[in-house]
């Protein structure tokens, strides 16, 4: 930390000038910044949006569930007034409510076309639940229905929304593990960089040593280089990235299912983060090479 | 100011010096002559710890060379001032800024007075502003030697120091070292030049050290 602090703090005059400059490894440190905190910025969107994804399936869903009852025509009615009924006096039931044949129509529709004759078909009914945050204790539900509506059927829809939910936390997982071999990468190419500048330099460095300078003072004047251009770099890519993903296709249009992957609101905020930890990493992995390439030379 | 108790050095084979024992006093003005590869560069590596001995005892400062740590070997270069057998210049910055790049790594300015009075000592004033490359022979050594005495050091180290000077040249470096020597400062001058030697005992009582069979041998009052 402290490191960090002088290295801002001090001045630049010739620490600075006393390293040569030097084209081709300043200009791969830009690109590996650049193209890393893209790509980061990708792997940032994918945690963020698989992770919004998992929480709106986990939590929209979880608190809805459907009630199906099929029974003879005659005796729908009836079994819908039990079903309801029983649902009064289920304790973790917010709301209930018993889907409109043009409710059923607008579900039906996109596997039967729109003229569908729903009065003609058998249909279940369907009854919507909405539970409370505290949730039913759907083996109960089931033992009372079967008792009192042996046509219903409870559905809490964990069948299908489990391995969503696992797949969504997987991916973000994935990504933010994305994320961190991103970095890896990126401080091991600018290791390597540091590493070619620094050999390139080795004269630099044995007169530095001559006349008196401290490890730290020329440690300091390749890691500012280097660190400027991890800056730089990557906040260009940074931006390219945020762009990228400001234009790609929404995804509403596919319907709700499928959250755009992108930020939303003040999660744009969050790509921000990526110039600071790439200079931090660019900081760290020069300094580290420096001073390993300095025990060499007395 | 610089002590050696049967110092030993080599470079992984053999020893290439050997059982070498020497006092160096403030103040004083020594010579080290011996035929090239005998060892005179390695000796000087020696007294400003860019070597370490393989045996024996050697101190600067009253401080033993082993126990130094890198920021204490950085801090003894600032108090040795080193004109290398290449001056190790950095090629890109301009005679002055390499002039005063003792001062510059410990986050100090020259003052622009001095400098200029140092380049003016050295003849190279109007070189100032031009690259090492740029630069004579001749020109690029009195630069390091102007680097040398930058900090005001207590003790000079110059490697053939007039190497590829001639003669009118190489007296008048041996006289800016003899004026530094007059100033208090302890110089040390490895060259095989004996012509050298005898111009400079004309001007001040010099020791001549000669590295012989591997050791170092005070040579007798005359050549
Ligand atoms: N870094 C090194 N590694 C191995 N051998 C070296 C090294 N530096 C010098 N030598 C050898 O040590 C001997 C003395 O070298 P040096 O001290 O430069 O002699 P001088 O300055 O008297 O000409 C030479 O034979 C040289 O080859
Ligand atoms: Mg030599």
Redesign the pocket.
């Known amino acids: 930390m402290r490191a960090v602090l002088t290295f801002f703090s001090s001045e630049r005059s010739t620490a600075d000038r006393v390293v040569p400059p030097t084209g081709f490894t300043a200009r791969l440190t830009l690109f590996t910044a650049a193209a890393m905190a893209f790509l980061a910025v990708f792997a940032l969107a994918l945690s963020l949006a698989t992770g919004r994804l998992a929480e709106r399936w986990s939590d929209s869903l979880a608190r809805s569930a459907t009630i199906r009852i099929s029974a003879a025509p005659d005796q729908m009615d009836a079994q819908v007034a039990a079903v309801l009924e029983v649902l009064k006096t289920t304790p973790g039931v917010a709301s209930s409510r018993v889907m409109s044949d043009d409710e059923m129509k607008g579900l039906l529709k996109p596997w039967f076309g729109p003229d569908l004759p729903v009065d003609a078909l058998p249909l279940p009914k369907l009854i919507a639940v909405t539970e409370t945050s505290a949730g039913v204790d759907a083996d109960g539900l089931r033992l009372r229905l079967q008792a009192e509506a042996p046509g219903a059927i409870f559905d809490d829809h964990t069948r299908w929304r489990r391995p969503l939910v696992a797949a969504a936390e997987r991916i973000r997982m994935l990504g933010l593990m994305s994320l961190l071999l991103i970095f890896g990468a990126m401080a091991g190419m600018i290791t390597l960089a540091a590493q070619a500048a620094l050999a390139a330099n080795g004269q630099v460095i044995a007169a530095l040593r001559l006349v008196g300078a401290r490890d730290a003072f020329i440690a300091r004047a390749f890691v500012r280089r280097f660190t400027t251009r991890g800056l730089i770099g990557a906040t260009a890519g940074m931006v390219l990235g945020m762009i990228a993903v400001a234009f790609l296709p929404s995804a509403d249009a596919a319907g709700a299912f499928l959250t755009g992957l992108g930020f939303s609101g003040a999660a744009w905020l969050w790509p921000l983060i990526i110039p600071p930890i790439a200079a931090m990493v660019a900081f760290g992995s020069t300094r580290f090479a420096a001073l390993r390439m300095l025990r060499r030379i007395r | 100011m610089i002590e050696l108790q049967h110092v030993a050095m080599s ?1 992984g084979g053999g020893d ?1 010096l050997r059982d070498m024992s020497l006092q160096v006093a403030p103040g004083s003005f020594h010579f080290l002559t ?1 035929p ?7 000796f000087l590596k020696l007294c400003y710890a860019e070597l370490l001995p393989s045996a024996g005892h050697l101190s600067l400062f009253g401080q033993d060379v082993r126990q130094m740590g890198r920021d204490e070997i950085a801090r003894i270069r600032q108090r040795i001032g080193v004109v290398h057998q290449d001056c190790q210049f950095l090629d890109h910055l301009s005679l002055e800024e390499n002039v005063a790049l003792p001062l510059s790594v410990n986050r100090r300015t020259a003052d622009p007075g001095e400098l200029r009075e140092l380049l003016a000592w050295v003849g190279l004033k109007r070189q100032a502003q031009s690259l090492p490359p740029q630069l004579s022979g001749g020109e690029r050594q009195r630069a390091a030697l102007a680097r040398a005495v930058m900090m005001s050091p207590d003790v000079i180290l110059a490697d053939e120091p007039t190497g590829n000077l001639d003669w009118e040249m190489s007296l008048r470096l041996l006289s800016l070292l003899v004026e530094l020597n007059r100033m208090g400062k302890t110089v040390m001058i ?1 060259t095989h030049d004996l012509n050298l030697i005898r111009q400079a005992k004309a001007q001040v009582s010099a020791r001549v050290l000669r590295i012989a069979n591997r050791q170092l041998h005070l040579a007798g009052a005359d050549l």
């Open positions: 470079y290439l011996g090239s590869g005998a060892g005179k560069t390695t490895a």
